[in-house]
Nanobody, 125 residues
Framework: QVDLVESGGGSVRSGGSLTLACEAP????????MAWFRQAPGKEREGIAA???????AYADSVKGRFTISRDYGESKLYLQMTNLKPEDTGMYYC???????????????????WGQGTQVTVSS
C-alpha cells in the first residue's frame, strides 16, 4: 500500500516552473505536518517546505521566495509550486507526512515520516 503519491516532476530549463502534487488522502485532514523534501545525487535528503497542523509554513533558505507549499483539503493533496528553477534544484522530490505534530520548522528535519516514492525534477542550464 502506497500512502503518498507524488506527481508533476519533469525536465525544465533554468528559470522555468513546475508544480508538484502529492495525493495524501489519509493525512491532509488529520493533524499531520506535511512537507516536501528533496535529494540531489550524492547528497542527503533535505527538507525544503512544510505546512503544519496549524497551517504555519516554513521554507528552507534555498527555496524561500521561489517555492510555495499549499494544502488542498478538498482534493486531499499537497502541492509545491516551484518558480525560477535553478540547476541546483535538480533532485528527487519526496512528499512526507509527520504525525508527531511538530511545528513547521521542525518538520523540515527528516524524522519518523511516511514517505512517498518521489518524483524527479531536472533543471538544465
Amino acid at each position: 500500500q502506497v500512502d503518498l503519491v507524488e506527481s508533476g516532476g519533469g525536465s525544465v530549463r533554468s528559470g522555468g516552473s513546475l508544480t508538484l502534487a502529492c495525493e495524501a488522502p489519509g493525512y491532509i485532514h488529520n493533524s499531520f505536518c506535511m512537507a516536501w523534501f528533496r535529494q540531489a545525487p550524492g547528497k542527503e535528503r533535505e527538507g525544503i517546505a512544510a505546512v503544519d497542523a496549524d497551517d504555519a509554513i516554513a521554507y528552507a533558505d534555498s527555496v524561500k521566495g521561489r517555492f510555495t507549499i499549499s494544502r488542498d483539503y478538498g482534493e486531499s493533496k499537497l502541492y509545491l509550486q516551484m518558480t525560477n528553477l535553478k540547476p541546483e534544484d535538480t533532485g528527487m522530490y519526496y512528499c512526507a507526512a509527520d504525525g508527531s505534530d511538530p511545528q513547521a520548522v521542525d518538520c523540515l528535519i527528516p524524522g519518523d515520516n511516511t514517505w512517498g516514492q518521489g518524483t524527479q525534477v531536472t533543471v538544465s542550464s
